[in-house]
């Protein structure tokens, strides 16, 4: 059964820089395609960024273009999101999640989505 931690959450002032790791346990996350979602209060879950199981192919949320860039280690079996000039509308409870299919990713329903990890906290504020 595939486990994921997420990590590396914290406050930050606007303009800022965080990464957040997500590391899996129980299988190897080799065949996995991964993606962030976050959750403001009072709004949906919404995806962030994801990438296929070989690194190969990224995609991002238009909100999140040129500011945050994923990446994946698979030797570490772990995800990075890599999130620079944070802006306040960031704060989030960001989420790692993983399945095997790289579309259910892309599109990013989050019923459809098969692994999730419990969340960290991303808070943009001076």
């Known amino acids: 059964q595939l486990q994921l931690v997420e990590s590396g959450g914290g406050l930050v002032q606007p303009g800022g820089s965080l990464r957040l790791s997500c590391a899996a346990s129980?299988?190897?996350?080799?065949?996995?395609?991964v993606g962030w979602f976050r959750q403001a209060p009072g709004k949906e879950r919404e995806g962030v960024s994801c990438i296929n199981s070989s690194g190969s192919a990224t995609n991002y949320a238009d909100s999140v273009k040129g500011r945050f860039t994923i990446s994946r280690d698979n030797a570490k079996n772990t995800v990075y999101l890599q999130m620079n000039s944070l802006k306040p509308e960031d704060t989030a409870v960001y989420y790692c999640?993983?399945?095997?299919?790289?579309?259910?990713?892309?599109?990013?329903?989050?019923?459809?989505?098969?692994?999730w990890g419990q969340g960290t906290q991303v808070t943009v504020s001076s």
């Open positions: 999640a993983a399945d095997l299919s790289w579309p259910a990713l892309v599109v990013g329903v989050p019923g459809s989505i098969d692994y």
């Open positions: 129980g299988v190897t996350l080799d065949p996995y395609a």
